[in-house]
C-alpha cells in the first residue's frame, strides 16, 4: 500500500442486539472522528433483524428510516475482501457485485451477534484485518460465566456467583431462590451472561425483587448470573495494544441511580465520571496491572475496558467484567480514559487501525497447510 493511499476502512455497526441503538451512538462518534485525509470510510450498517446494509447512507437508514441504503453481504471466504451490493434480478432472484475492496474493517458492534465471536469469525473466515479481540477472546469476554472461570484460573478475585439457566429458572423457579438463598445473600445482582451496557441488569434486595430480576434478565439470554453485591465503588481501566498492551489511568464511576444503569449509561446526565480516579498510587497500579493481566489472559487484542469493583469497607479490587468493545462515543469511558492519558480521539482510532494490521500481518506468518515431508 502506498503511503499517498488511503486506507480503506469498513465501519459496521447496528446489529442484532439489545444494544443496537448504543451501537448507533458509538458508531456515530467514530465516523466522525476518523481522518478523511487517512482514511476512506465505508459504513455498514446492520439491521435490529440482521440484515446488512450499505451503500448510500446506512447510518441514517438505521436511525430514521428515512435515508436509502441498499442490501448487501460480506462473504466469508479468503480473496479481495469486499462488501457485496445485493442487486435483484427478478423476483427470486440477486445478483452480487462487489464494490468497494477494503482494507480493514473496524467493528463498532456490541452485544451478541457482533461482540461475542460471531462477526470475527466470518471476517476470520474473509481473511480481512479487523480492529479488536479475536474469536477466542471476543466469545469468552462476551460471555460473563466463562471470563469469570478464566479470571479465577488466572488466580484474579471475582465475587461469589451462581449461574442459572433460563429452563431451570421457568420449571423450578423456587428450588432457584432457595439455591440462590443459600449460597448468596441480598443484595444480589442479576445479568444476562452475554450481554452488556447494562441492558437486563437489575439489583435484588429482596426475594420479590429477585423474582422480578431473574424474569427480566431472563427476556435477554438462556443463562443468567446472580452475583453477590457489595457495597463498591465502580472503577474501569482502558487497556491498548496486541501483544504487549498498556493501561490506561483509572476512571472512577459515581452512579446516579443505584448502580451504573443504562438509564445512567445513556439517557440521564446524573452519573459522574471521575478521571483519574481518586485512589492512592498502590491500589491505581494494582487495577491496570490486573487489567493487562485479565486483558492477555483471554488472549484480547486492539482494545478493552476492564471494569473493577473496589470494596468500600476492605479497599479490595474484584474484577467485574472486560468489554472487548467497548462504548466509544467521544464521551465514553474508554475514549475518556485514553484522552485523559495523552492519547486524543483521533489518535486512538489511527492506533487500534494499525494494531489491527499488525496483527492480521503477524497471523500471516503461520502456516495453514501441513505436509509430513516439509521441515
Given at each position: 500500500?502506498?503511503?499517498?493511499?488511503?486506507?480503506?476502512?469498513?465501519?459496521?455497526?447496528?446489529?442484532?442486539?439489545?444494544?443496537?441503538?448504543?451501537?448507533?451512538?458509538?458508531?456515530?462518534?467514530?465516523?466522525?472522528?476518523?481522518?478523511?485525509?487517512?482514511?476512506?470510510?465505508?459504513?455498514?450498517?446492520?439491521?435490529?433483524?440482521?440484515?446488512?446494509?450499505?451503500?448510500?447512507?446506512?447510518?441514517?437508514?438505521?436511525?430514521?428510516?428515512?435515508?436509502?441504503?441498499?442490501?448487501?453481504?460480506?462473504?466469508?471466504?479468503?480473496?479481495?475482501?469486499s462488501i457485496k451490493a445485493l442487486e435483484p434480478i427478478d423476483q427470486e432472484t440477486s445478483a452480487?457485485?462487489?464494490?468497494?475492496?477494503?482494507?480493514?474493517?473496524?467493528?463498532?458492534?456490541?452485544?451478541?451477534?457482533?461482540?461475542?465471536?460471531?462477526?470475527?469469525?466470518?471476517?476470520?473466515?474473509?481473511?480481512?484485518?479487523?480492529?479488536?479481540?479475536?474469536?477466542?477472546?471476543?466469545?469468552?469476554?462476551?460471555?460473563k460465566v466463562i471470563f469469570k472461570s478464566v479470571m479465577t484460573a488466572y488466580g484474579i478475585p471475582?465475587?461469589?456467583?451462581?449461574?442459572?439457566?433460563?429452563?431451570?429458572?421457568?420449571?423450578?423457579?423456587?428450588?432457584?431462590?432457595?439455591?440462590?438463598?443459600?449460597?448468596?445473600?441480598?443484595?444480589?445482582?442479576?445479568?444476562?451472561?452475554?450481554?452488556?451496557?447494562?441492558?437486563?441488569?437489575?439489583?435484588?434486595?429482596?426475594?420479590?425483587?429477585?423474582?422480578?430480576?431473574?424474569?427480566?434478565?431472563?427476556?435477554?439470554?438462556?443463562?443468567?448470573?446472580?452475583?453477590?453485591?457489595?457495597?463498591?465503588?465502580?472503577?474501569?481501566?482502558?487497556?491498548?495494544?496486541?501483544?504487549?498492551?498498556?493501561?490506561?489511568?483509572?476512571?472512577?464511576?459515581?452512579?446516579?441511580?443505584?448502580?451504573?444503569?443504562?438509564?445512567?449509561?445513556?439517557?440521564?446526565?446524573?452519573?459522574?465520571?471521575?478521571?483519574?480516579?481518586?485512589?492512592?498510587?498502590?491500589?491505581?497500579?494494582?487495577?491496570?496491572?490486573?487489567?493487562?493481566?485479565?486483558?492477555?489472559?483471554?488472549?484480547?487484542?486492539?482494545?478493552?475496558?476492564?471494569?473493577?469493583?473496589?470494596?468500600?469497607?476492605?479497599?479490595?479490587?474484584?474484577?467485574?467484567?472486560?468489554?472487548?468493545?467497548?462504548?466509544?462515543?467521544?464521551?465514553?469511558?474508554?475514549?475518556?480514559?485514553?484522552?485523559?492519558?495523552?492519547?486524543?480521539y483521533p489518535e486512538l482510532i489511527d492506533r487500534l487501525i494499525m494494531l489491527a494490521l499488525d496483527?492480521?500481518?503477524?497471523?500471516?506468518?503461520?502456516?495453514?497447510?501441513?505436509?509430513?515431508?516439509?521441515?
Amino acid at each position: 500500500m502506498s503511503a499517498s493511499k488511503r486506507i480503506r476502512v469498513g465501519v459496521i455497526f447496528g446489529g442484532r442486539s439489545g444494544e443496537h441503538e448504543v451501537s448507533l451512538r458509538s458508531a456515530a462518534s467514530v465516523l466522525g472522528a476518523i481522518d478523511p485525509e487517512k482514511y476512506e470510510v465505508v459504513p455498514i450498517g446492520i439491521t435490529p433483524q440482521g440484515h446488512w446494509i450499505a451503500g448510500g447512507d446506512p447510518m441514517a437508514a438505521l436511525t430514521s428510516g428515512e435515508a436509502a441504503a441498499a442490501p448487501a453481504a460480506l462473504i466469508g471466504e479468503p480473496g479481495q475482501p469486499s462488501i457485496k451490493a445485493l442487486e435483484p434480478i427478478d423476483q427470486e432472484t440477486s445478483a452480487m457485485r462487489a464494490t468497494a475492496p477494503l482494507d480493514v474493517i473496524f467493528p463498532v458492534l456490541h452485544g451478541p451477534f457482533g461482540e461475542d465471536g460471531t462477526v470475527q469469525g466470518l471476517l476470520e473466515l474473509a481473511d480481512i484485518p479487523y480492529v479488536g479481540a479475536g474469536v477466542v477472546g471476543s466469545a469468552v469476554g462476551m460471555d460473563k460465566v466463562i471470563f469469570k472461570s478464566v479470571m479465577t484460573a488466572y488466580g484474579i478475585p471475582v465475587l461469589p456467583y451462581r449461574l442459572v439457566l433460563r429452563s431451570e429458572w421457568e420449571v423450578n423457579p423456587d428450588r432457584v431462590l432457595k439455591a440462590l438463598e443459600e449460597s448468596l445473600h441480598y443484595p444480589m445482582f442479576v445479568k444476562p451472561a452475554n450481554l452488556g451496557s447494562s441492558v437486563g441488569i437489575s439489583k435484588a434486595d429482596s426475594r420479590e425483587g429477585l423474582v422480578r430480576a431473574l424474569g427480566e434478565a431472563s427476556r435477554y439470554d438462556r443463562r443468567l448470573v446472580v452475583e453477590q453485591g457489595i457495597d463498591a465503588r465502580e472503577i474501569e481501566v482502558s487497556v491498548l495494544g496486541n501483544e504487549d498492551p498498556i493501561a490506561s489511568i483509572p476512571g472512577e464511576i459515581i452512579p446516579g441511580d443505584e448502580f451504573y444503569s443504562y438509564t445512567d449509561k445513556y439517557l440521564s446526565d446524573e452519573a459522574q465520571l471521575l478521571i483519574p480516579a481518586p485512589l492512592d498510587e498502590v491500589t491505581t497500579q494494582k487495577a491496570q496491572e490486573i487489567a493487562i493481566k485479565a486483558f492477555k489472559a483471554i488472549d484480547c487484542a486492539g482494545l478493552g475496558r476492564v471494569d473493577f469493583l473496589l470494596d468500600s469497607q476492605t479497599g479490595e479490587l474484584w474484577m467485574n467484567e472486560i468489554n472487548t468493545i467497548p462504548g466509544f462515543t467521544s464521551i465514553s469511558m474508554y475514549p475518556r480514559l485514553w484522552e485523559a492519558s495523552g492519547l486524543p480521539y483521533p489518535e486512538l482510532i489511527d492506533r487500534l487501525i494499525m494494531l489491527a494490521l499488525d496483527r492480521h500481518m503477524d497471523k500471516a506468518r503461520s502456516q495453514t497447510s501441513y505436509s509430513s515431508g516439509s521441515r
